[in-house]
C-alpha cells in the first residue's frame, strides 16, 4: 500500500476537481465531494449517492446534498506507484461526477472510465 497523508491525498482530490471544464461544473448542483478512509465494500474507490441531474423533476427541493466519496484507503491499496494514485484520483473523480451528470457505467467504460 502507498503511503500518503490524508492531507496530499485531498490536495489530489482537489487537483482532479480542477481539471473539470468550468462549463460542467457550473451545472453541479447540491452535491458535496469527501474523502473517507475506508470503502464499504472491498475494492469501490468512490461513490455517488444521490439522485441524478437528469432526474430531478419539480419535485426536488430542499433535499440534502448529493454525496460522492473516495476511498483514500482503497485507491491506495490498489496502486503500486504515487504517479498511479493521481491517476486514479482523476479517473475516479471524473467517474464519480459523470453520474452526478447521470451517465452510466456501460457508457463510462465505453469512455475508459
Known amino acids: 500500500m502507498i503511503e500518503m497523508s490524508r492531507e496530499a491525498f485531498e490536495d489530489l482530490v482537489s487537483q482532479a476537481l ?3 471544464p468550468a462549463e460542467l461544473t457550473a451545472h453541479m448542483r447540491n452535491v458535496v465531494i469527501v474523502v473517507e478512509d475506508e470503502a464499504p465494500e472491498p475494492g469501490l ?3 455517488y449517492r ?3 441531474l437528469t432526474e430531478r423533476g419539480d419535485w426536488y427541493a430542499g433535499v440534502l446534498p448529493d454525496q460522492i466519496s473516495i476511498y483514500r484507503d482503497e485507491i ?4 503500486r506507484t ?3 494514485v493521481v491517476e486514479e484520483v482523476r479517473i475516479t473523480v471524473v467517474h464519480e461526477i459523470a453520474h452526478h451528470f447521470g451517465i452510466g457505467d456501460a457508457r463510462l467504460h465505453e469512455l475508459g472510465y
Open 82 to 84: 504515487a504517479e498511479e
Open 18 to 20: 480542477d481539471t473539470i
Open 45 to 47: 474507490l468512490g461513490l
Open 50 to 52: 444521490g439522485v441524478p
Open 76 to 79: 491506495l491499496r490498489t496502486c
